[in-house]
């Protein structure tokens, strides 16, 4: 397994869900009506991998985004791109020439889908050509980047997005409006678990330089994200351990980590993530007056729930669509801006940097630093 594309494929298939490229949404089109031309957000994509192919397809169903440009180290990937995507000459950029795309002004914003510990360098290089970002996750290594990323959007007076998509799909975001609502009444326990077998050995995710860590810094993001969204608070202390089952493997990053998250409230949820085995994509939340599971949770779709009300009844999207969407709404129509900001990518990262610190002492009780 080489790359995102292949982990959500797992958790998909292990759920009895149909493969990602064969994969038509129920309801495909996106919440907005088509825009004129003159009032889409145009996109560009940095780094052209598995998952930049899953949202340069997602976003031919998009209303208000428009894929326009790219930016790849890798020139043969060039004639493709072009042909598939009708990306125009003057929109092709490369790593070296990057700085370039701050003189075209038909290029709104940039997706950056590089290596996790190449997103800081590129996010500032993006920003310092005064073009918006968003960024995958892991928003970087740790949460002193993240800061710095952070602080260089604002200095440069661009947005700053994180590619959290399951803040747009519609079964997650009825999981928080209940959960707000006080649907479940007060939130005692949350427990979810995130991870996929990861196959060749030698591929950039098992490479701590260029992936800053195992499956806590991919997979451990969903499981974070999820027990925050499932409370509604900040967790203020963490406990971490690691199981290894193949130290040869996994002998640059983590394999398998579970983790407790103490909350304000007193709430513990309790997490995992792994690269160690298949069939591990849930979410449970328990409250005093009602309950919620999700599984299948994180992956592409269908995602799947049900409370303690019944079946959480929602259209089935497209993720990526409705992400890029909702972001264009955002700049090109003044909304609020969704909660998948820098901030909110911060945020996760102080967490994960509080769980690698357990795992460094021992399993030992961390304070998460604000």
């Not at 983590?254 to 979410?283: K, R, W």
């Amino acid at each position: 397994m080489n790359s995102r594309r292949d982990f959500i494929q797992t958790l998909s298939l292990g759920l009895g869900a149909a493969t990602l490229t064969d994969l038509t949404p129920a309801v495909s089109a996106p919440f907005l009506q088509k825009a004129p031309a003159d009032k889409q957000l145009r996109v560009a994509l940095m780094g052209l991998g598995g998952y930049a192919n899953i949202v340069a397809r997602g976003m031919k169903e998009c209303k208000t985004a428009k894929l326009v440009g790219i930016v790849t180290g890798t020139p043969s990937k060039i004639p493709e791109w072009k042909q598939k995507y009708g990306i125009e000459d003057k929109n092709v950029y490369n790593y070296e020439n990057l700085n370039e795309i701050k003189n075209n002004p038909d290029i709104d914003i940039v997706y950056v889908i590089t290596p996790n510990s190449l997103h800081h360098k590129h996010v500032l290089q993006v920003a310092a050509a005064g073009k918006h970002v968003i960024c995958e996750k892991p928003v970087a290594d740790n949460a002193k980047q993240a800061r710095e990323m952070i602080a260089a959007c604002e200095k440069a007076g661009v947005k700053f997005y994180i590619g959290y998509r399951l803040h747009f799909e519609p079964h997650t975001k009825e999981l928080i409006r209940m959960r707000e609502a006080g649907e479940f009444g007060k939130i005692m326990h949350v427990n979810n678990y995130a991870g996929f077998q990861i196959g060749d050995p030698t591929q950039w995710r098992l490479k701590k330089a260029l992936a800053g860590g195992g499956a806590v810094m991919d997979v451990g993001v969903y499981s974070t994200n999820g027990a925050r969204y499932c409370t509604g608070e900040e967790p203020v202390w963490v406990t971490a351990q690691e199981s290894k089952t193949d130290p040869v493997k996994f002998k640059d990053v983590d394999e398998t980590v579970t983790f407790q998250l103490g909350f304000p409230s007193g709430i513990i949820a309790n997490c995992g993530c792994t690269y160690g085995f298949n069939h591990v994509e849930m979410l449970r939340l328990m409250g005093d007056k009602g309950w919620a599971e999700m599984n299948p949770a994180f992956g592409y779709g269908p995602i799947r729930g049900t409370t303690h009300k019944g079946e959480i009844k929602q259209p089935d999207v497209n993720h990526q669509a409705y992400q890029l969407d909702g972001i264009a709404d955002a700049i090109l129509n003044g909304k609020p801006d969704p909660n998948v900001t820098g901030a909110e990518g911060l945020k996760d990262m102080l967490v994960i940097d509080a769980i690698y610190e357990s795992l460094r002492k021992n399993g030992a009780k961390v304070f998460i630093n604000k």
